[in-house]
């Protein structure tokens, strides 16, 4: 499907929309560049009431469906099948997600050892012991230390001194630990009670063998790391996370070191959209800015194909004159898998594929794209990344005041969380232009308005997406 700019252009496109009732239109040749169900399936239930000609119409003045946000969702995420796995040494592991299931092959700890320096007893020769009744036991031997095999073994009446780590010594049951007791040649005086199996730590109390100690899916933190260097585990497999091409488009956009003149606008896009992507967890390469040229972006495009994994591109994706992103795609025969979804701030977002990499059409404004990222391009980022969560946690929160809303598309208000006194209230940033930047600093929050919902009362009761710290 093209994007169509004549009548005569429409003429393929709308009978690519409508492929299954070809078979009706004879004599015209089909131009088919992708798979559009949804476009396909819009069209085709209203088939009965609208004519081709209409179509034609509302599709030239950019009013043809735009499909909502829980199936542009569905489709960024099915987008991507395949997930990629790469075998690495565990400290570069960390912060990536497990791509596969860890079982443990030791018990750990692998023997009975002290948890403190003391003496190693038998719990019930010190029963009833302190401070006015102290126990006196014999000294067996010579001390333990840790890491030493020991073939010690002691009779009631006795201890032996012992380590931290040091292998409990046959018979002995509890640790008493070097501050509870006075030593007194070769023998000791206990001056308080242990319980059996006290400031003793057993053999597999830890991890047992066999237990699935870490989980495919499951991010890598340093007390995972820890876990798998006591397994002897080296090498992990975990998931690629995805390398991210990001791409700015705007005759008006200046590199930011430049001196602003009434016309320019610094290019702020590339930097929050790389800084996104490196919160989300992923790696980025910027292109610099692109002029509304179709053979600049065109160029831009195919080297970023061939580093990247998805690409993003920011502006020229509306209906503009100078809004070339679709028209390159489509002659580079990009597969369209959505263009427009009924929201706000985002209207414009599109989406195609080549050799299957997802290519992002994000709107221009700064505040649309960012909005963009979070709620579309981070859940793939993550997806790709391995972990089952993709989303934001949601909050229960209510509306501080009321917020005018439209019914009929979603909006997503950027909002301030906060809590007080354990319920949490969310309020307006204040600022709400899809340009004006600031409205993200303060917000860390979005509040998703569905269409059905219009004019928000205070009081209001709803789960937001918590974006940022409280
Ligand atoms: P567009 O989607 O290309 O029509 O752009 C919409 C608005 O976003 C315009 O006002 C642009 O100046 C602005 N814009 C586009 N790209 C950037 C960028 N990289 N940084 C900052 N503003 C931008
Ligand atoms: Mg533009």
Not at 449 to 458: E, L, Q, S
Request: one cysteine or more.
């Amino acid at each position: 499907m093209g994007r169509l700019q004549t009548e005569q252009d429409n003429v393929p496109g709308l009978l690519y929309l409508l492929s299954d009732v070809s078979s009706q239109v004879t004599g015209t040749e089909l131009h088919i560049s992708g798979g559009c169900n949804h476009f396909y399936a819009a069209l085709h239930d209203n088939l009965k009431i609208i004519n081709l000609i209409t179509v034609s119409i509302l599709f030239k003045q950019g009013l043809f469906p735009m499909i909502p946000v829980e199936e542009a969702k569905r489709l960024v995420l099915d987008s991507i099948s395949k997930l990629e796995i790469e075998r690495m040494p565990i400290l570069e592991s960390l912060g990536r997600v497990l791509a596969q299931d860890i079982k443990a092959t030791d018990d750990i700890p692998v023997y009975d050892n002290s948890a403190m320096d003391g003496y190693a007893v038998i719990a019930n020769d010190v029963k009833g012991a302190d401070e006015s009744y102290p126990v006196r036991l014999v000294i067996a031997g010579g001390s333990i230390p840790a890491g030493k095999l020991t073939g010690k073994k002691i009779d009631p009446g006795y201890c032996v001194p012992i380590m931290t780590g040091g292998m409990m010594p046959e018979g002995a049951d509890a640790v008493v630990i070097k501050e509870d007791v006075q030593r007194d040649g070769k023998s000791i005086l206990v001056f308080r009670e242990v319980m059996k199996g006290e400031n003793v730590r057993y053999r597999g109390e830890d991890i047992k063998k066999g237990d699935i100690v870490l989980r495919s899916h499951n991010s890598l933190s340093p007390a995972s790391v820890g876990v798998l260097a006591s397994l002897g585990i080296s090498r992990v497999k975990t998931f690629r996370p995805p390398v991210i091409g990001v791409i700015v488009t705007g005759n008006e956009l200046i590199e930011i070191n430049k001196k602003l003149n009434k016309a320019k606008v610094r290019d702020s896009n590339s930097y929050t959209l790389s800084a996104q992507v490196e919160t989300a967890g992923a790696r980025y390469n910027r292109y610099g800015i692109v002029a509304d040229d179709e053979a600049l972006i065109r160029k831009n495009i195919e080297k970023a194909l061939k580093e990247n994994d998805i690409i993003l591109i920011s502006g020229g994706t509306s209906m503009g004159e100078y809004d070339l992103v679709r028209d390159t795609l489509e002659e580079m025969n990009a597969d369209l898998i959505f263009w427009r979804v009924s929201q706000k701030p985002g209207r414009p977002l599109t989406l195609y594929r080549i050799e299957g990499k997802p290519i992002f059409g994000l709107p221009g404004n700064p505040v649309s794209v960012m909005v963009c990222f979070e709620m579309y391009v981070r859940p793939l980022i993550r997806k790709m990344m391995g972990f089952n969560e993709l989303f934001r946690p949601l909050i229960k929160a209510e509306a501080l005041h009321e917020f005018r809303n439209k019914k009929g598309r979603t909006s997503f208000a950027r909002v301030v969380l906060e809590n007080k006194d354990g319920k949490y209230f969310f309020s307006s940033t204040g600022i709400n232009g899809a340009g004006m930047l600031t409205s993200m600093v303060k917000a860390n929050a979005i509040a998703c308005f569905p269409p059905d919902m219009g004019y928000v009362k205070k009081g209001t009761i709803m789960e937001v997406h918590k974006i940022g710290c409280l």
